[in-house]
């Protein structure tokens, strides 16, 4: 039997085959979940659309995560598709483009409040409507990064979303826990995507990371998969308000060793 079997999943995030939702999404496909598609822009359309079909998802709606009307519609529409659903994956962050370089003093207030709201309260949203199809339990699952823990060069306002979203995952877990849903989230490594190159400086991050983790490589978006699968099937059962580091182990080092040994 597969781990997903019976399972129906929505997945919001994915623009193209680098996304990391997509990763989500063909290793739920793997473990026979049925699953639907939410993405952002228009734009992305004829990017989402040929994965769908890859994979056999007739359920493809675009909504703004910053729109109510959108979300409300979107989930409208799951609820006649699908009836229940046992799964959310939130897979959506953005910061303005110049919140993403330089000083984190500068962050301007519209800048922050957009990543804020985008990446972090998008999933508060998106949990309420989603609960409401969780008749039987169920869990939610959304992606971040080390930049919430710690401060890391350019990922600025981005690490401030990380942190009200890791604490969303907290305070959603202990208010939904009694009713038997779920929520966690992935810290995911740097892994090259769309959104990840609007980071200054990404490509060395990622060279950074590769020489130092204690795996000495990086991650990619298939193991954030397998991990999702594990967390959303009914092997996580018992856990719920965990943030899970994907990271080939970068997390766990107080001193990271250079490339060039020290003794
Ligand atoms: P991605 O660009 O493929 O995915 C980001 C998604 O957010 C896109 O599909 C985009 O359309 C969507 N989005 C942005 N604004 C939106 C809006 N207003 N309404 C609806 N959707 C909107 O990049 P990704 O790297 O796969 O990012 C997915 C998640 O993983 C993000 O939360 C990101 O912060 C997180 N993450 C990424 C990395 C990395 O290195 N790539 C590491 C850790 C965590």
């Known amino acids: 039997m597969k781990l997903l079997e019976g399972k129906k999943a ?28 939410s993405y952002g822009i228009p734009q992305l359309e004829r990017r989402v659309m040929p994965l769908a079909e890859q994979i056999g998802v007739s359920f493809v709606e675009m909504a703004d995560v910053t729109k ?25 962050a953005f910061a303005k483009q110049e919140d993403l370089t330089g000083r984190f003093v500068h962050t301007s207030r519209d800048g922050f409040s957009m990543a804020l709201d985008i990446s972090a309260y998008s999933l508060v949203a998106l949990t309420r409507q989603a609960i409401g199809l969780m008749s039987d339990g169920g869990s939610v699952l959304t992606m971040t990064y080390y930049g919430a823990e710690k401060a890391v060069p350019h990922y600025n306002v981005m690490g401030v979303a ?7 995952v907290r305070y959603l877990a202990a208010d939904l826990g009694p009713d038997g849903i779920r929520v966690n989230a992935i810290s995911a490594g740097p892994i090259k995507t769309l959104s ?28 954030v998969g397998r991990t999702a699968v594990w967390l959303c099937s009914d092997l996580g059962s018992g856990i719920t308000g965990e943030v899970v580091h994907v990271d080939a182990g970068y997390h766990i080092l107080g001193m990271p060793e250079p490339p060039e040994k020290w003794e």
């Open 10 to 37: 929505l997945i919001f995030g994915i623009a193209n085959k680098r996304s990391i939702a997509w990763g989500i999404a063909k290793a739920f496909h793997e473990q026979g979940a049925e699953i639907g598609f």
């Open 68 to 92: 109510d009307e959108d979300i409300t519609n979107v989930f409208d529409k799951a609820a006649a598709h699908f009836g229940s659903i046992d799964i959310l994956v939130h897979s959506v």
């Open 162 to 168: 990380k942190a009200a979203l890791e604490a969303s």
């Open 196 to 223: 990840a190159a609007g980071i200054a400086g990404f490509r060395k991050m990622l060279r950074y990371t590769e020489e130092r983790n204690p795996l000495r490589r990086n991650v990619d978006q298939d193991e």
